[in-house]
């Protein structure tokens, strides 16, 4: 058995057939490079889109998005705007920088990256944290609205409408992930300008822009990724980054060549529960956009590479060529569990004073929050192609070596 995806809602498919009445939603919504430069042009009425090999990234991303993810023609109508909006913070920034050089001259000094496999909590825990005011943890407008939030300008309300779409095109992901312009979001949306983020491979079927990506110096992206910080802390406030995306975990030492006092907040759960679950996730998002989604390939290769990239993980933690003593260790059930003892604890490794009003916060957050409160994402070990006794053995080693708890209920 191999994952299925939804059904989709019937307005849905009955936009996608207007693209299929035209010949094919291509000759509706133009991904053509040129479209899509003289578009972000005209919208923020600059032109300089400033340094570095970003054309490359982005022409290999256009290449794959045309012909190799079979957007439909809603899909397309959502990547148009992405690519747009990407390209116009681009340029917006590059003018910033141009004009206020100094920005770049500032520290970033021990961000602290929350990090762990897709639906190990990393999400809840990075809401939980972001309750402190103490900390400054981006919310999704202000990566996708850069430019305004930095002059003051709040956008919240337009983004939010724009990422809620999304439960709109597919009201199964509400149940799997919020999307909202006001909360923290995976610090992934810091590089969708220089169009080197796993936001691109995440959300389409692109194996050419995968490749590419895999093959290029991460260090590049994680450059910009401090740029984008500076950028945003040139506002004023907190200057305690409190940032977070899985996909941190494939790239640890390059994160840590560009930010070498960083600190890890490390999640942990049962991989037979994060598995399935991140399978169906990966594939209900792709569904979103693209007509067709083959996930037999990935049920064979997240396991396999998860595995890989565990184990690398404490070979290079008990090595020396991670820092060690820079990770905090935390596990999904105790942040469920307690979560206000939970952030109590890496609060006391982090060395961060736990206020009274942070607890309250976080406490009443976790309690207008509880598990399942957007509906139950419903998948299981055998609905994607995954046998549990084969996982079991597989990840026995990790499991082992953190501690981490078995849970039940896999099919």
Not at 53 to 61: G, I, M, N, Q, S
């Amino acid at each position: 058995m191999t994952w299925t995806p939804p059904q989709r809602p019937t307005w849905v498919e009955r936009l996608i057939e207007h693209g299929e009445a035209a010949g094919g939603a291509q000759n509706l919504v133009s991904l053509d490079a040129s479209s899509l430069l003289q578009a972000a042009m005209r919208a923020t009425g600059l032109e300089d889109f400033g340094e570095g090999e970003w054309r490359t990234h982005f022409e290999v991303l256009i290449g794959a998005l045309e012909q190799e993810s079979n957007l439909h023609l809603v899909g397309r109508n959502v990547v148009r705007t992405e690519l747009i909006l990407a390209l116009g913070n681009r340029l917006g920034l590059a003018d910033l920088w141009k004009q206020q050089p100094e920005i770049l001259e500032q520290p970033i000094e021990a961000p602290v990256f929350i990090v762990g496999s897709p639906r190990s909590g990393t999400s809840i825990l990075h809401e939980l944290m972001a309750c402190d005011p103490a900390s400054r943890c981006p919310t999704m407008w202000e990566m996708q609205r850069p430019i305004d939030a930095i002059r003051g300008r709040d956008r919240g309300a337009s983004i939010d409408r724009l990422v809620r779409f999304w439960h709109d095109i597919q009201p199964e992901y509400e149940t799997m992930h919020e999307n909202s312009g006001y909360l923290p979001n995976e610090c992934i949306y810091l590089t969708v300008p220089e169009f080197l983020s796993v936001h691109w491979s995440g959300n389409h079927v692109v194996p050419s822009y995968e490749k590419h990506l895999g093959a290029t110096d991460e260090r590049i992206a994680y450059r910009y990724h401090r740029r984008f910080l500076q950028s945003l802390q040139s506002s004023g406030g907190s200057r305690r980054w409190l940032l977070k995306a899985p996909s941190h975990l494939f790239t640890l030492r390059e994160l840590f060549d560009i930010y070498p006092d960083a600190r890890i907040i490390r999640t942990h759960r049962d991989p037979l529960k994060t598995l399935p679950s991140a399978i169906s996730l990966m594939g209900t998002i792709k569904w979103i956009r693209c007509h067709e989604v083959e996930m037999s390939a990935a049920t064979a290769l997240v396991p396999a590479g998860y595995a890989y990239i565990f184990q690398q993980e404490i070979d290079w933690r008990q090595s020396g060529a991670l820092p060690d003593e820079r990770f905090i260790d935390v596990h999904f059930d105790d942040v469920v569990r307690d979560p206000v003892g939970a952030v109590g604890k890496v609060y006391e490794r982090l060395g961060w004073e736990y206020t009274a009003e942070a607890r309250q916060h976080i406490g009443d957050y976790a309690k207008a929050k509880p598990k399942g409160s957007r509906g139950v994402h419903r998948y299981s070990l055998s609905e994607v192609g995954l046998d549990a006794s084969t996982e079991r053995d597989r990840f026995a080693f990790y499991t082992r070596h953190f501690g981490v708890r078995e849970e039940q209920s896999h099919e």
